[in-house]
């Protein structure tokens, strides 16, 4: 189904996802798809202890390691403050941004509601304590929003993708403005954060998740990457009342995350 409130056409397809660095051999593929086999049994194991925060972001690193894909980015995301918990906010480009943000720090995370009835990831998410929204049902925007204000007021930080849907590159979509609606109403900072991929120092499109593909056309795309990295960096948190309205906090923080503000001073991540 398709015309609900976060609903998006992508301006990417399946076409867009190419490595940027010649596919490892068969042989070294199929370890690799052991080792990332072994790693979600290992975590599928701990059961409800999952979303434990410490054994999340082990889990986390554990599985992107089991990838290939290294891990750069500063960390935490959330705030230094006590009182409401941060609202993070990134740009969308892959699955793998999920396990990336939950490496760095295991915050909760909303996503859409098909990533549940995903192989794997779908197992892993629900056991993480990922909150699952429905993208189809615009009567239920409000409560959407009024959970996740819930959740930040109670001073859980949660991280989220205002985009909707996923882009190949860290400067396309627009950021869509209800989830903000909710850092506004507890009184909480916005954390943006920009994931970009690249492979040996090269901007990279293999991890990207868009269009018709699938999870499984975009694992075995991942398993075959050379040198993939995933860059996690942490902007400026954006304090309670820095913006006159929703649709002001949304823009600034979409200017950050492209790297296209001169409002905030960026912070790089290591």
């Keep these: 189904m398709t015309g609900g409130p976060w609903d998006v056409t992508p301006g990417c397809d399946r076409d867009c996802a190419r490595h940027a660095r010649p596919p490892l051999p068969a042989s070294a593929t199929a370890l690799r798809g052991a080792a990332f086999a072994a790693a979600v049994r290992r975590a599928l194991a701990d059961g409800d202890r999952l979303a434990d ?5 082990a889990h986390a690193r554990a599985l992107l390691g089991a990838l290939g894909v ?6 935490p995301l959330r705030a230094p403050a006590t009182g409401p918990g941060t609202l993070i906010v990134a ?3 892959s699955w793998l941004d999920i396990p990336a943000l939950l490496a760095v720090d295991p915050v909760a995370v909303l996503a859409k509601r098909e990533v549940g009835g995903w192989p ?9 304590g990922t909150h699952f929204i429905d993208r189809t049902s615009p009567r239920g925007l409000p409560y959407v929003v009024a959970g996740l204000t819930e959740i930040l007021a109670s001073g859980r930080s949660v991280a989220v993708f205002p985009q909707a849907t996923t882009w190949c590159t860290a400067d396309a979509g627009v950021f869509r ?3 903000f609606q909710a850092a506004l109403d507890a009184g909480a900072p916005v954390r943006p954060v920009t994931l970009t991929y690249t492979q040996d120092a090269r901007p990279s499109t293999v991890a990207a998740f868009c269009g018709p593909d699938t999870f499984l056309a975009s694992l075995r795309r991942v398993l075959t990457a050379r040198d993939l990295a995933v860059h996690v960096t942490a902007h400026p948190p954006l304090p309670p009342g820095r913006c006159r309205g929703r649709r002001e906090l949304a823009a600034l923080a979409q ?5 296209t503000s001169a409002d905030v001073p960026v912070s790089q991540g290591s």
Excluded: C, K, Q, S
């Design 177 to 179: 403005r209800a989830t």
């Design 70 to 75: 290294r891990l750069e980015g500063a960390g």
């Design 91 to 93: 740009n969308h480009i």
């Design 53 to 57: 925060p410490a054994r999340l972001r």
């Design 120 to 128: 794997v990831v779908g197992g892993l998410a629900r056991r993480a």
């Design 255 to 259: 200017d950050l995350v492209r790297g």
